[in-house]
């Protein structure tokens, strides 16, 4: 089944413009004037994935949300859980969702998995709406036969990730504003005020101090090279994007944000959560462990902490326990893997992981409330010492030249 989009004409004149699914353009053809539209211009929808070769290319700017994901997730578990087949289900996905873009591409992993496809294989043709991390879980989730299960989890997953990243973005709101203010105030200042004093200060017959001598270079350079400023910051934003994620810059810098103050333990904190939650949730679904500890390990985002869980998952194969590997590691805190080897000496280990996710996800609540309460006294601070700079670099030659005077 494709997507056809059409523009047409109703019983009224009126011009409408929309979207038919239709396994062959001559049966979309007839739908279309069957509802009554006399129709202008038809033509099959295409994703612009890596693989698409023709049809009509997606609108610039479509998106397909973190909440469109999730609730697409959700609504695929319920319907493989009802013992629909995969295809069914998602011919009746292509019918529910309302994202347009995202409506094209189930379509089209429909077709993939009709002729043979695994999902997992369908799904990783789309990168940018399933990341590895969704094509993993899937994957193994369909070789150990609880696709389902996963799915759910999945479903959990984006929602979770969702309300973390709203935490985030209040957290970080005022601090960001507070750094956007304050850049602004001082390029007004050093591109349109200092100009105007310096030639003040070259009536003066006497070296001026260090500090003005800096203040007035910073000027003349942001009021020659403003162009120059942004795009540094332009290109090293797509520079620093780039070099993080690949697989040598997302190991040092996955290794510094685990050395960082106040967030080390936030980013410790939140895939400590994540990792627990997760294994709990698929041991007590009945997924194998060494399946769940493959799977866990791709929800991790820190490489380092990833090795760990690895490095566990081949102990546990050998026969020996979960939380050894992961304590001598040194990622994981010393409270969690004791937590975990009472658990697995007791049997209650899917117990015990639920235990330590629920008080782990209520810190990294209260941590991001402390970062927030740090950051802004930092601001302030830092805008302060910037203004007084400027400041004692203006007044003290101004009394000396009014001592000459």
Not at 170 to 179: D, F
Request: hydrophobic letters at 45%; aromatic letters at 6%; a positive charge.
């Amino acid at each position: 089944m494709a997507i056809y989009a059409y523009k047409g004409l109703d019983k009224t004149g009126k011009e409408i413009k929309s979207s038919v699914n239709a396994e062959s353009l001559t049966t979309a053809k007839s739908k279309i004037r069957s509802s009554g539209v006399m129709l202008i211009e038809i033509s099959e929808q295409k994703s612009q994935n890596k693989n698409s070769s023709s049809g009509s290319g997606l609108s610039f700017g479509q998106t397909v949300s973190i909440q469109d994901l999730s609730l697409m997730t959700r609504q695929l578990a319920t319907l493989i859980k009802a013992k629909i087949q995969i295809v069914e289900a998602f011919s009746a996905l292509v019918d529910q969702t309302d994202n347009q873009k995202l409506k094209i591409i189930l379509a089209e992993i429909k077709q993939k998995v009709n002729e043979g496809s695994s999902l997992a294989k369908a799904l990783s043709d789309y990168p940018k709406v399933f990341d590895n991390v969704y094509v993993n879980m899937v994957e193994a989730g369909e070789s150990s036969g609880t696709l389902q299960v996963v799915l759910l989890k999945l479903a959990d997953f984006t929602e979770a990730q969702v309300k973390l990243k709203n935490k985030v973005k209040g957290a970080m709101t005022y601090p960001i504003i507070m750094i956007g203010v304050g850049s602004l105030m001082m390029g007004i200042i050093f591109i349109f005020v200092i100009p105007k004093i310096t030639k003040i200060f070259d009536t003066m017959k006497k070296e001026l101090p260090i500090q003005t001598q800096i203040c007035i270079w910073i000027s003349e350079f942001l009021k020659g090279y403003w162009w120059a400023v942004i795009l540094a910051v332009i290109f090293g934003s797509m520079f620093f994007k780039k070099y993080i994620t690949s697989k040598k810059g997302k190991f040092k810098w996955d290794k510094l944000l685990l050395k960082l103050p106040v967030i080390g333990e936030l980013v410790m904190m939140v895939n400590v959560s994540r990792f627990c939650s997760t294994l709990a949730t698929l041991l007590n679904s009945g997924v194998p462990i060494m399946a769940a500890l493959k799977i866990v390990k791709n929800l991790i985002g820190n490489v380092h902490m990833q090795n760990a869980v690895e490095e566990a998952r081949v102990n546990v194969s050998e026969g020996a326990s979960l939380s050894a590997p992961l304590a001598r590691s040194g990622l994981f805190p010393t409270m969690v893997t004791h937590m975990m080897t009472l658990g697995e000496k007791a049997g209650e280990l899917e117990d015990m992981l639920l235990i330590i996710s629920e008080n782990y996800e209520d810190q990294v609540e209260g941590k991001l409330n402390g970062l927030t309460s740090v950051l802004e006294p930092i601001m302030l601070v830092g805008m302060g010492i910037a203004v007084a700079f400027i400041i004692f670099s203006v007044v003290v030659p101004m009394m000396e030249l009014n001592s000459i005077n």
